[in-house]
């Protein structure tokens, strides 16, 4: 079944009330017109009865009929009938009239051959008893056209407002649902080359506005990953490039001539280490890789933090002592995780810290047992990282020192992301807090 | 000592074959799943060296294949792949060792050396020696010259090793691996921090230098001529 529209929807809505309001409305005003017209006949009859009782009173017996048709003659839409008190019909006015009325005193409405009545019953004399009755018949024709063109009326207005409004409410339920438009519009034409774009969230009617800003925050986070991933493929082929260069350069120059074989030897050891650094460039990115397809799994084995750290610190004794730093740890938890995950996420923070303290400093590994996350900080002396480059320490290839040349053997910048990633796959969360003459890395891992 | 290769990418199996048979082993190669299979079954060879996909059969299946028949030869898988599952899957069915690709060839041969003598039966050497470097395994103590030489734990243990495998290139990784428990691709200049330091000690006040660095490969112990 094919869905109505929401202006649709909206436009039928609105001439079903507009219909039921006018309908409601014409009632009203229906029944107004008659009551109106039944108090006009009552007075009217009253007045009449009044003048005949009258009449018919002070005249004597003789007199009576040629008064009374004077009387009724003014008025032609107008009968009278007097019934004896044992039931005889004394007089009838006309003959047209029903043969048979209501026998109830006041006023009622009858219908005789497409004809309305209001029939007035009274006693002539209303002080007796017993006494003959009086009976006033209104030909009331003409109101009821009146009230039967006022139906038409009312039905003919309500078809056609609940006609207009509908035409009206789509219009404007059209028009109300512009901003929806140009949202769908925007979406229609987001690729992977335009997620700048956004909606204007101020111009959007409050209703929308929070969903125009969850629309530009998915945008937004779109862009971000996109930026990332787009900037990681082209660093991964900047990175190459130098190597493969060297290796292209230095291979051909190499074999342009006869060379003594000491010179082969060179090449090929230079050749080799730029190979190596490449085979370890591509096993880093196929770690990522894995990470961000999830295939990072690790397991779950009781460690004791003191101990696996103390391990590392004493794989980086010789690194440390050599370079004056002094290497430290403190505190202790029991966690569970992949130790040589977490080996290698940690080896990389201290490898880092080691890297960027200077003599006579200080790199100190704390590990804090909360009550719901185990919190290890790797802190080194030295020169901070200005605050609007730590967010971006955990990207991919980003090296907090520029100076550093790309293509040598050193290293290619993924260390803190795989880090970031073991961490992550951990279920913990890592960040770098720095002021002037310290850097903190600090990760929490969850409790298990 | 014959070593058989199945790997069907041509120059993969050529330069490993170069490589090992210039290391000193007889070594075969062959290129496909069901040779490969068919030469693996006649229990001449002393350590198969399996690539993971292979055309005819794939390397899991020639590995059940040579266990099922009661055959207990040291297996060493070469793969592309480095899926957690494939390790799980392969160490089940009863592979001694893998290497991931790219590796380097100086890795692969330490390894292979190490999973061949995995066999053979260690003697209980009380002392390692070579030149005049000494080594007490019971005492911990070295000494060279006759004169004796302070080594902290785990220079002892760099030094064990090196002695043990004198005159093999050692790695890096493998180093990393075996003193210190790090088995992790690392890009750190630990070793080569630790290795001068330990040549520092053992070799620096003698003119026999013992600790060669081999460039782009790794670390060797062994006597060479002044």
């Known amino acids: 079944m094919r869905r109505l529209s929401l202006s649709s929807r909206l436009a039928l809505l609105f001439a079903a009330c507009t219909a039921v309001v006018s309908l409601f409305a014409g009632v009203l005003f229906n029944r107004a017109s008659e009551a109106h017209f039944i108090e006009l006949d009552q007075q009217q009859l009253d007045g009449k009865l009044i003048g005949l009782r009258h009449a018919l009173q002070d005249l004597q017996p003789v007199q009576r009929e040629a008064r009374l048709a004077d009387e009724l003659s003014r008025q032609a839409d107008l009968s009278l009938r007097i019934t004896g008190t044992d039931g005889q019909r004394w007089y009838d006015s006309s003959t047209q009239t029903p043969k048979d009325l209501p026998q109830q005193s006041g006023l009622s409405t009858i219908s005789h051959d497409g004809t309305d009545y209001r029939v007035l019953n009274a006693p002539l004399y209303p002080d007796e008893a017993d006494s003959p009755q009086l009976t006033l018949l209104l030909d009331i024709t003409h109101h009821q056209h009146f009230l039967q063109r006022m139906q038409h009326l009312i039905w003919l207005t309500v078809g056609l407002s609940a006609l207009a409004t509908a035409l009206l409410g789509a219009w404007a339920a059209g028009s109300g649902l512009r901003p929806l438009r140009r949202m769908s519009a925007v979406a229609r034409g987001i690729s992977a080359q335009s997620l700048n774009a956004r909606l204007p969230e101020a111009q959007m009617p409050p209703e929308l506005a929070e969903m125009a800003h969850s629309f530009n925050a998915m945008l937004a986070r779109l862009d971000d990953s996109f930026q990332r991933l787009s900037a990681f493929s082209a660093d991964i082929a900047h990175e190459l490039r130098t190597p493969l260069s060297n290796l292209l350069t230095h291979t051909q120059v190499t074999l342009t001539r006869p060379r003594p074989i000491e010179d082969y030897r060179e090449a090929l050891h230079s050749n080799l280490e730029e190979l190596q650094w490449m085979a370890q460039l591509v096993n880093d990115m196929l770690y990522l890789a894995k990470a961000d397809h999830g295939l990072l799994m690790p397991k779950r084995e009781p460690l004791e933090l003191a101990d696996e750290t103390d391990v590392l610190l004493e794989f980086f004794a010789p690194l440390a002592e050599d370079a004056g730093v002094r290497l430290s740890r403190e505190g202790h938890a029991r966690i569970e995780g992949d130790r040589s995950m977490l080996r290698r996420a940690l080896s990389n923070l201290l490898d880092n810290a080691l890297r960027f303290t200077p003599a006579e400093g200080y790199v100190s590994l704390r590990i804090v047992d909360q009550a719901s996350a185990v919190r290890i900080s790797v802190e080194n002396s030295g020169e901070g990282i200005s605050a609007q480059l730590l967010p971006r320490l955990f990207d991919r290839f980003y090296r907090a020192d520029p100076a550093r040349q790309e293509g040598s053997s050193e290293h290619a910048g993924l260390g803190l992301a795989i880090t970031q990633s073991i961490i992550r796959a951990h279920g913990g969360q890592i960040h770098c807090e720095s002021e002037a003459g310290w850097t903190r890395f600090v990760i929490e891992l969850p409790r298990t | ?226």
Request: proline letters at 2%; glycine letters at 8%; zero cysteines.
């Open chain 2, 1 to 226: 000592m014959k070593l058989l290769i199945v790997e069907d990418q041509a120059k993969t199996g050529q330069y490993l074959r170069q490589g090992l048979t210039e290391a000193g082993f007889n070594t075969e190669l062959v290129a496909d799943g069901n040779s490969g299979q068919q030469l693996a079954l006649s229990g001449d060879y002393a350590l198969l060296i399996l690539d993971v996909m292979l055309p005819g059969r794939s390397g899991w299946q020639i590995l059940q294949a040579v266990r099922s028949a009661g055959l207990d030869t040291p297996v060493l898988f070469l793969t592309a792949k480095d899926a957690v599952e494939d390790r799980v899957h392969g160490l089940e069915i009863g592979a001694d060792d893998y290497l991931v690709k790219p590796f380097a060839f100086s890795e692969l041969l330490a390894r292979v050396r190490s999973l061949l003598r995995r066999g053979s039966a260690t003697t209980q050497e009380t002392s390692l020696q070579l030149a005049d470097l000494r080594l007490d395994l019971i005492r911990r103590r070295v000494e060279r010259s006759g004169q004796r030489i302070d080594l902290t734990a785990k220079e002892f243990a760099l030094l064990e090793m090196l002695l043990r495998r004198q005159g093999e290139v050692l790695p890096k990784s493998l180093i990393a691996s075996q003193v210190w428990d790090m088995n992790f691709d690392s890009d750190t200049n630990v070793i080569e921090v630790a290795i001068r330091r330990l040549r520092l000690k053992i070799d620096d006040e003698f003119p026999n230098k013992l600790i060669h660095t081999v460039r782009g490969m790794g670390y060797v112990l062994e006597e060479r001529g002044a």
